[in-house]
């Protein structure tokens, strides 16, 4: 068995370089087979990657980072069909948590790597939203409204690191949040709505582990979309920590739909995977094309 290990020291505030170097540690003690992609930019990570997996036949690509590493290896992830095995080291590590990756320790990961006499794996549906006439990937939650503007206010933090910077970035939002119309179709049927946040889901947490669309599987060839209708700051404030345990989904205000093709319009931005996708509107449906990911 061949590994290629992708590590985005940057991942987490510095988190990827301290996993990065445990996880290289541990595969030349175990005497496993390995090459590592470790680099100081997303685009020669990238080119790197593409590189090493034309150039050799890997059986399993680890890759040490967040969301975000996952985001940006989804174009190669299809192209070549390798499984994935994550190793979290981000900030919300939502899709490590959504397939099971998340809470493993190194050395039994590695170890049960070592002793299978092949890679089981499973398939995972990937969305592709459009926006601006740019297609993204994405694996688990488009955030908009509300949602996005934290995210905003939470990746220009310099000082505040890791999940705390969500919680600030809520907190100073919350004040000047207001409920933006929104045109929402889905499978051709349109509705409008002065909605606070909009979400389109094919994972169930986002932000760190935060429930936001519990029901939501990525292996279901769906689509879920959740949206908080018109309410005041102080409300919304109230609500948004029921977020944490999923215990938001039966307040009046939270509504859910399911469908293949998602259209979103309003005068707001969107996010996939925690990264900026651009403003609406925005087309979402579910590719064609699976990824492969290691089943632990």
Do not use: W
């Amino acid at each position: 068995m061949k590994i290629l290990l992708v590590i985005n020291p940057k991942s987490g505030g510095g988190k990827g370089n301290r996993v990065g170097n445990e996880v290289r540690e541990l595969c030349n003690k175990l005497q496993l087979n390995f090459e590592y992609v470790l680099e100081n930019s997303l685009e020669s990570t990238l080119t790197n990657t593409s590189q090493q997996l034309a150039n050799e036949k890997f059986d399993v690509l680890c890759a040490v980072g967040g969301d975000g590493l996952i985001h940006d290896l989804l174009p190669l992830l299809v192209k070549d069909q390798i499984p994935l095995l994550i190793f979290p080291a981000g900030t919300g590590n939502d899709f490590a948590r959504t397939v099971h990756h998340f809470g493993r320790t190194h050395q039994k990961i590695l170890k049960s790597l070592k002793e299978l006499p092949e890679i089981k794996s499973h398939d995972v549906d990937i969305g592709v939203v459009k926006s601006s006439g740019e297609s993204n990937p994405f694996v688990q939650i488009i955030s908009t409204g509300f949602d996005s503007l934290v995210n905003e206010r939470a990746n220009n933090f310099r000082l505040i690191k890791g999940k705390v910077k969500y919680i600030v970035a809520v907190l100073l939002e919350i004040a000047k949040c207001k409920a933006i119309p929104f045109e929402i179709s889905v499978d051709g049927v349109t509705t409008k709505v002065d909605a606070m946040l909009v979400c389109v889901a094919n994972g169930s947490t986002y932000g760190g582990g935060m429930k936001i669309v519990p029901h939501a599987k990525n292996d279901d060839d769906l689509l879920e979309l959740m949206y908080v209708a018109k309410v005041s700051a102080l409300r919304l404030l109230f609500v948004f920590p029921r977020v944490f345990f999923g215990a938001h989904v039966n307040h009046p205000k939270v509504h859910f739909m399911s469908g293949k093709e998602i259209r979103l319009a309003a005068p707001t931005i969107a996010y996939g995977d925690g990264e900026r996708i651009g403003p609406l509107p925005i087309h979402a449906k579910l590719s064609e094309q699976k990824i492969r990911v290691v089943t632990i």
